[in-house]
Structure formats: C-alpha cells, structure tokens
C-alpha cells in the first residue's frame, strides 16, 4: 500500500552539500512520521534523521548539526539536507515510515551517497 521512493543522490567532494527527496504515495503521507536510514558497505542499517507528524525533528548523533530532516505534506514529501559531508557519510540513504493500519514498516529502493575524500 505505501510506495516510497528516493532521489538526489550522488558523488560530492568531503565538504559539499547533497539534498535527498522522498516521494510517498499510498498512504495519508501528514499523519505518518518519517525516517531516514542509512546503511554503508558491510555495516549495520542505522537511523539517520526523523521527522514526526507535527514536524519534531531528532538526528543521529553522527550528523546532527550537519543534515536537516523536513517535509512538504502538500507534495507528500520528505527531504534530507545534508550539509559539511564526510567520507563516513558514504552510504546507501534509505526513506522509511511505519504503517499504522499494517503494523510494518515501509521502506525505499534507496540512493546512493558517496563522499570522496
């Protein structure tokens, strides 16, 4: 029922910036909170950035400070701003939401994030 999918990914220099969007569909998109994972080669998927339905905002430590979470719900769209990149920041970027009705989480195909050193 709820299809997500993400864009803006890319290939930036340590220290430039890259804006993700995340399109959903299937779902009513303003009552739902919003997530960003993140997941590098051969590590542990780990939570990004989440935005709630009345737009409370809390990061991973790792970016907070750098990457800002927002969301557009006439577009029903979720951004990632991320700002200051760093090589560590290299990554598959996920779009995630819990599906209340189905009791799941739903997830992106994701977009890839390199920073080059």
């Known amino acids: 029922q709820v299809q997500l999918v993400e864009s803006g990914g890319g290939l930036v220099q340590a220290g430039g910036s890259l804006r993700l969007s995340c399109a959903a569909s299937?779902?009513?998109?303003?009552?739902?909170?919003m997530d960003w994972f993140r997941q590098a080669s051969g590590k542990q998927r780990e939570l990004v950035a989440s935005?709630?339905?009345?737009?409370?905002?809390n990061y991973g430590d790792s970016v907070k400070g750098r990457f800002t979470i927002s969301r557009d719900n006439a577009k029903n769209t979720v951004y990632l701003q991320m700002n200051s990149l760093k090589p560590e920041d290299t990554a598959v970027y996920y779009c995630?939401?819990?599906?209340?009705?189905?009791?799941?989480?739903?997830w992106g195909q994701g977009t890839q994030v390199s920073v080059s050193s």
């Open positions: 995630s939401t819990y599906g209340r009705s189905s009791l799941r989480r739903y």
């Open positions: 299937g779902s009513t998109f303003s009552a739902n909170a």
């Open positions: 935005i709630t339905s009345g737009g409370n905002t």
